[in-house]
Each structure stands twice: as structure tokens, then as C-alpha cells.
């Protein structure tokens, strides 16, 4: 039987991992990679706390939400992302330093 | 068996997320990603979410990972050349302060959870009690959808609205711009 900890335990580590990327990357399509990690260590945890929830299945429903909410932020992330690699020619964020051109 | 199948998801899951942040090349690293999505989508199994695991694949494998290699071959000018020589250095040194953050967050979380499981929320052992968990054999999907038009309706609405400003930014954002 795989008990609740299993899965907290996991979904901790690729949190972790995650969080690593977002900290080290110097690319950020990296960086996002890094946030959908930690988002789906996320959904991970949102779906093993809903096993136990016959009544409102809320833990698989927030689950769904959540995976629909963060492909929506990818796919503004990476629109955001092009049309910064279109003025500054590179996607390294230590570089991107101005706010107006 | 159980134990086996999930272990081997989990190492899976935490082995190739490992190799994503620490490979050198980023195309590389990006269909690594992949491998770790489909294994957390394994995972979601194990927690009897099949529809959850179906919609991670379709989602993320089929729409977001895509969207990934596209944005970083039309941004990454050095992509050949990046493709080319790898030989110099295949993995990247991890960045010291960056893997002690993520390290003592782990420890911190870890020690969390060990100190929690023992006592379980009461919700938890009063569902357990009274047989109303998921079961290997209830029909997930049916009840979905039935939730999701009743008990859910008013979240269900708000996701797609925003999924259409969503999605209206993004093409408002990437459009070229001519007259300026």
C-alpha cells in the first residue's frame, strides 16, 4: 500500500529540483521549465490528498485547474520570452536590466 | 508489486528532473522533460487519478512542451552550434548558492512531512472510517464530469474566460509589430 508520505516525498524532491532551476538557470526558457516542475510537484500532492475525498473529488478537480492554469502561463511566458529575444537578442534574464526602451 | 512499479516512476520522475536542470544543452534538457512529465503523469495513477494522468499527457506532452521547443528554436541563435560540440563539457557545475537553497528547502520540507504523518488531518481518518475514498474501481471520469457541471460550475467558467485572455495575450504579445 502506498501510503500519503510516498507521494509528499516525491513531489517534495521535484519541487526541490524545481526550485534549483529556477534559482541557477541563466536561460529562461530553463527557468520556466523549473516553474512547471514545482507545478507539477504541486498537482502531484493536489491529487494524492484527493484520493481520500470521495465526496467532493475537490483534490482531482483543483488538479485539472491547475494544470490548465499553468499551460496558459507557459504559453504567455513564451510570448513574453520571444518578443524579448526580438528587442534584446538574447534570453538570458541577468542581461534584460531595462524596464523601457 | 505496487511498491516496485511506483518506485521505479518515482526514481524515474526524480533522475531525469535531476538531468534536466544539470544538462548542459537545453534542447537536450527540454526532451528530457518530457520523460519526467510522462513519469509524473505515472505517478497521478498511483493516486487513482486516471483522467489527471490522461490530461497531463495531452496537455503538457502534446501543447505545452511544443510551445517550449518552438519558443527556444526561434530564439536561440547558437542552436546548431549548441547541438554540435558537446563534447566540451556535458553536464553544467551546479551553482553553489542556488543548490544550498534548494537543499536545505528539502531538508526543511522533509523533516516537516516526517514529523507530520503521524498525526493525519482528521478529515483523512474520518473518511477512511466511514468507506468514502476512492476506490481502484470507481468510475472517476463519469463523476468528473458530473462535478465539474454541478458542484464546480462557477471555477469552470472563471478557467475558461481566462483561458481566452489567456490565450489573446499571447497572440496580442508574439504579433510582429509593422507600424511603429
Known amino acids: ?101 | 508489486m505496487e511498491e516496485v512499479i511506483f518506485y521505479a516512476f518515482a526514481a524515474l520522475a526524480i533522475g531525469s528532473a535531476l538531468l534536466v536542470v544539470s544538462l548542459k544543452n537545453t534542447a537536450r534538457a527540454l526532451f528530457l522533460f518530457f520523460i519526467v512529465l510522462f513519469a509524473m503523469a505515472g505517478l497521478f495513477l498511483f493516486a487513482l487519478a486516471d483522467f489527471v494522468a490522461i490530461t497531463q499527457i495531452l496537455i503538457y506532452v502534446g501543447g505545452v512542451l511544443i510551445l517550449m521547443i518552438f519558443a527556444f528554436m526561434l530564439s536561440n541563435k547558437e542552436l546548431l552550434a549548441d547541438l554540435q560540440h558537446t563534447s566540451a563539457k556535458f553536464l553544467s557545475l551546479p551553482n553553489a548558492q542556488s543548490l544550498v537553497l534548494a537543499v536545505g528547502f528539502l531538508a526543511v520540507m522533509v523533516y516537516g512531512i516526517l514529523e507530520w504523518q503521524e498525526n493525519t488531518p482528521y478529515w483523512i481518518t474520518e473518511n477512511i472510517r466511514q468507506g468514502s475514498t476512492i476506490q481502484p474501481a470507481d468510475n472517476n471520469i463519469n463523476q468528473l464530469g458530473i462535478k465539474f457541471m454541478t458542484q464546480y460550475i462557477l471555477p469552470f467558467e472563471v478557467v475558461s474566460i481566462f483561458l481566452l485572455m489567456a490565450l489573446i495575450g499571447a497572440a496580442h504579445l508574439s504579433r510582429k509589430e509593422e507600424n511603429r
Open chain 1, 1 to 101: 500500500m502506498i501510503t500519503l508520505t510516498h507521494f509528499l516525498v516525491v513531489s517534495v524532491c521535484i519541487f526541490c529540483i524545481g526550485l534549483y532551476a529556477v534559482l541557477a538557470k541563466r536561460n529562461a526558457i530553463m527557468i520556466l521549465v523549473g516553474i512547471e516542475l514545482m507545478i507539477n510537484s504541486a498537482v502531484l500532492n493536489l491529487v494524492a490528498f484527493g484520493r481520500y475525498d470521495k465526496v467532493n473529488y475537490g483534490g482531482q478537480v483543483f488538479a485539472l485547474f491547475a494544470i490548465v492554469l499553468a499551460a496558459a502561463s507557459v504559453a504567455v511566458g513564451l510570448a513574453i520570452i520571444l518578443s524579448v529575444y526580438r528587442k534584446y537578442k538574447t534570453i538570458d534574464p541577468n542581461n534584460i536590466t531595462d524596464l523601457r526602451d
